[in-house]
């Protein structure tokens, strides 16, 4: 489904990615975490083709990102606000999402119905512009339009980061609901949230994998230990 080869990402001195060998399988939930300056919004960046590497290679759906744009439809994506197109509503931004992506009408409603509860009444019908939102509602809103392609492979950078506790607890759900063959990437500074909603958690550190771990009952409190192990190192 996905995989990463010897890639290599440096900013002058700097080595922002360094990943000798990384491989995703169809229907994994991936937890990406890591401190500030880690990599992890790099690492995503150089998957996505937004960015490119000094070295090595992306192989997502069989093609190398970099040589062919086949992969581009069957994924979704939403990092940050740019993603979205802030002077349109949600509901205009929904409809561009389904054009582009040749969504028909009933499935886009059939899908936004579903997430009723997460837009809380805040969302769809109410005029406003998605620049005039709260960042957490804006968060929403390219979430939703992400999920809107039901596609193979989803990408989200601190999705949980603005959202109240009640959506995030509800955002839980949506990921932990979607479909068993979509493979879905999470990059979070919440362990709690990637310990729950992810089967499989890798930690980043200077751009490197420093532990790739299989979730279970232990695995908030095994990453919380691991940073608070890492905290006590910085204060000797």
């Not at 990943?19 to 880690?38: D, K, Q, T, Y």
């Not at 479909?179 to 890798?202: A, N, Q, W, Y």
């Not at 490197?208 to 230990?225: G, H």
Request: glycine fraction near 6%; charge should be negative; aromatic fraction near 6%.
């Amino acid at each position: 489904m996905i995989e990463i080869k010897n890639l290599v990402k440096r900013y002058g001195r700097t080595v922002a990615t360094e990943i000798e060998s990384l491989v995703i399988h169809p229907g994994e939930r991936i937890g990406l975490v890591g401190n500030n300056g880690a990599g992890k919004t790099t690492l995503i960046s150089l998957m996505l083709d937004l960015i490119k590497a000094d070295a090595g290679e992306v192989i997502m759906l069989g093609d190398n990102v970099t040589v062919s744009e086949n992969w581009k439809s069957q994924i979704s994506a939403f990092l940050d606000e740019t993603f979205v197109i802030d002077y349109l509503t949600p509901d205009e931004y929904f409809k561009f999402i389904a054009k582009v992506r040749n969504i028909e009408e009933s499935l886009v409603e059939e899908r936004l119905s579903s997430l009723t509860q997460f837009f809380n009444g805040q969302i769809r019908d109410q005029k406003k512009y998605i620049r005039d939102l709260s960042k957490g509602n804006k968060k929403k809103v390219g979430i939703a339009g992400a999920l809107l392609a039901n596609p193979k492979i989803l990408f989200l950078d601190e999705p949980f980061a603005n959202l109240d506790p009640s959506s995030q607890i509800l955002l839980q759900r949506i990921i932990a609901g979607q479909p068993e063959d979509m493979t879905i990437f999470v990059s979070s500074h919440d362990l709690t949230h990637i310990g729950e909603v992810c089967k499989r958690v890798i930690i980043l550190e200077n751009g490197k994998i420093v532990k790739d771990l299989e979730s279970n009952a232990n695995t908030t409190v095994e990453l919380k230990s691991y940073f608070a192990a890492k905290s006590d190192l910085n204060e000797v």
